[in-house]
């Protein structure tokens, strides 16, 4: 039987085109328990759109946010000033200036949950995932 490594396979796993996509929170909660320092901020859509990406295992996680809060950890205990800037803002400002220093601090995909964290301003933003998705780019 010659050539038989070469035969083509019928069943196509990977389209060559279109990147496989899986949904749920999985593979990302699996990134978060084995490299957490692996994900880092790829991209930042907002309202809705954050992407991280693994940089262990080359996947990129899309989440759909529903809500972005925030908080600041030290400083006084008096209350930001209110109104000013969204918590969304204010994490588009972090990813503008920086994206390098926000990272994943804590996750939950079981409760929607992913918390990032910004080394340089030291806040933290929690963030209310309603889906999430991962490519294998
Ligand atoms: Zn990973
Ligand atoms: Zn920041």
Do not use: I, N, W
């Amino acid at each position: 039987m010659p050539g038989a490594e070469a035969m083509p396979t019928s069943r196509v796993l990977r389209d060559p085109v279109m990147s496989p996509t899986y949904g749920g929170g999985a593979f990302l909660q699996q990134c978060f328990s084995s490299h957490r320092l692996s994900l880092s901020l790829r991209k930042l859509v907002l309202p809705e759109r954050v992407m991280l990406r693994c940089s262990a295992c080359h996947l990129l996680h899309r989440l759909t946010v529903r809500s972005v809060a925030t908080k600041r950890p030290t400083q006084t205990q008096t209350a930001e000033v209110p109104g000013t800037q969204s918590a969304a803002d204010l994490l588009a400002q972090c990813s503008t200036a920086h994206q390098a220093a926000l990272g994943v601090r804590d996750m939950d995909v079981s409760q929607d949950f992913v918390g990032l964290r910004c080394a340089e301003c030291r806040r933290m933003y929690d963030l209310d995932v309603s889906a999430f998705e991962t490519h294998q780019p």
